[in-house]
């Protein structure tokens, strides 16, 4: 079983930055994805963007040029660097590795963008 817990979350201005953090306990051989999700006030959760254990990423063309993803395989921590941050970064991000039998979630952190 995996534990995964995020950090970073937070208020800032409409052009900021944030830098979110994930970080994960325990073992799973099979996790294969690492991804960021967010879910804004009455929407659906959406794919922000992920990483695969071969390196390769994938983007929501809403944050493609603002955000980037990466991990530290030695500290267990999948990160998600945002940049010019707008109002429609306002969400809980969330965390989630996929296993072949198993998905694991975090709890969420909120990130509140003020215009």
């Known amino acids: 079983q995996v534990r995964l817990v995020e950090s970073g979350g937070g208020l800032v201005q409409a052009g900021g930055s944030l830098r979110l953090s994930c970080s994960a306990s325990g073992s799973d051989r099979s996790i294969h994805v690492m991804g960021w999700y967010r879910q804004a006030p009455g929407k659906e959760r959406e794919l922000v963007a992920s990483?695969?254990?071969?390196?390769?990423?994938n983007y929501a063309d809403s944050v493609k040029g603002r955000f980037a993803i990466h991990r530290d395989n030695a500290k267990n921590t999948v990160f998600l660097q945002m940049n010019s941050l707008g109002p429609d970064g306002t969400a809980v991000y969330y965390c989630?590795?996929?296993?072949?039998?198993?998905?694991?979630w975090g709890q969420g952190t909120p990130v509140a963008v003020s215009s």
């Open positions: 990483i695969t254990s071969g390196g390769s990423t």
């Open positions: 989630s590795f996929t296993g072949y039998e198993y998905d694991y």
